[in-house]
């Protein structure tokens, strides 16, 4: 509660029109949420399951703490959807109701510009064809924008919140509409290790070949080459830190899809299409560290919002070990007098002007 007091605090007697809520699932969440409801009243709420927090310059870790932040309208005009069963509605159609209940939330005159913020549960299949879902309904002019939800690593049950509810396969999403773009600016810092690669063979989630060959031996051979000192070492949940794939897309630039293991087997987070052309990737803690810089400054870019909204990768921050507090620092600086207010998810969303927009191991920002 005493972090919903804060937040309404700073509002200075106005009304609150959008409260978003990020939280450790350590939270017994309904509850949670309930109690902070005791605080904003009936004000839409919001938010996800989390693995770590940033404000204001400061990191919160995963398995710690719960962060709440009060806006009003201002110059923006919010709508609200929530869709449940993803699993069994499958993520086009999902996708459609959900952008569609959220624009009809502002009513039929609409405004000039919007731009759609979305939170989903960060272990459901469906990311990308959300995403997909999304794009038929608003086009390409309507970017997205968001992060799918974590919890602390376990990947055991993460959940979106939307009132005073925390729901797994589900997702949310904000319509927020407005009089001037808001764009959104994404970056991952990642570079790419040897030639471009065809994805040959999959089953879901599971990458089986690539060129013809087990997808898990030309993995493995190319995080040798690329990182001869120190390979990459699985990280909790059979994960790879700082190797992943790299889809590319059709102006060059990569995608990024993080990679587990089970059983010798290469998994993604989200399906890579048979036949995708992709390159192995690595990174390193200071290319993560500018690239944040960067999306952060075309974030705020010669505007004056009144606060930065950032999504970043929780295996940004298991790269940058001892120098994580460092992305929410560099964040801060960026934005200067602006408040930042961020999540560490299994997941981004950034979709500007293409159908694909879900991204791994990558940060995300919009200004208002």
């Known amino acids: 509660m005493a972090a919903a007091t804060d937040a309404i605090a700073g509002l200075d007697g106005a009304t609150p029109a959008l409260i978003i809520v990020y939280a450790t699932v350590r939270y017994d969440l309904p509850e949670l949420l309930r109690a902070i409801r005791t605080v904003t009243g009936d004000a839409p709420l919001v938010g996800e399951s989390t693995a770590g927090q940033l404000a204001n310059g400061t990191l919160m870790k995963p398995g710690s703490g719960v ?4 806006m009003t309208a201002g110059d923006y005009r919010f709508g609200f959807g929530c869709v449940e069963h993803l699993s069994e509605t499958g993520g086009v159609a999902a996708g459609r109701e959900l952008a569609r209940t959220a624009r009809a939330g ?10 759609l913020m979305i939170f989903t549960d960060g272990l459901a299949n469906e990311q990308q064809t959300l995403v997909t879902g999304l794009h038929q309904v608003t086009g390409a002019a309507i970017p997205v924008v968001g ?9 055991s049950e993460t959940f979106v919140f939307f009132g005073d509810q925390a729901l797994s396969d589900a997702a949310v999403a904000v319509w927020i509409g407005s009089d001037h773009p808001i764009p959104v600016s994404v970056g991952h810092g990642w570079h790419s290790i040897g030639l471009p690669l065809l ?4 089953d879901g989630q599971v990458v089986e070949e690539i060129a013809g060959r087990p997808a898990y031996d030309v993995f493995d051979e190319h995080i040798r080459r690329g990182n001869a000192d120190e390979t990459d070492h ?9 190797h992943a794939f790299g889809m590319i897309e059709p102006d060059g630039s990569h995608l990024i899809r993080g990679v587990f293991m089970t059983d010798d087997r290469i998994h993604t987070f989200s399906p890579l299409p048979v036949y995708a052309a992709v390159q192995i990737m690595g990174c390193n803690p200071e290319d993560l560290l500018t690239m944040s810089r960067d999306v952060a400054k075309r974030a705020i870019g010669d505007r004056d919002p009144s606060l930065m909204l950032v999504f970043s990768c929780i295996a940004r921050m ?33 979709r500007t002007t293409s159908v694909a927009g879900y991204h791994n191991a990558t940060v995300a920002a919009i200004a208002l």
């Open 106 to 115: 502002i009513g039929p005159d609409g405004t000039p510009f919007a731009t």
């Open 199 to 202: 994805v040959t063979k999959t």
């Open 318 to 350: 298991d790269i940058l070990k001892d120098r994580a507090a460092e992305e929410a620092a560099v964040l801060q600086e960026v934005a200067g007098d602006v408040p930042t207010f961020g999540v560490y998810t299994y997941g981004e969303f950034a």
């Open 147 to 155: 992060g799918a939800a974590a919890d602390d690593r376990h990947l």
């Open 234 to 242: 699985l990280r909790p949940g059979g994960y790879y830190s700082t």
């Open 67 to 70: 962060s709440v932040l009060a």
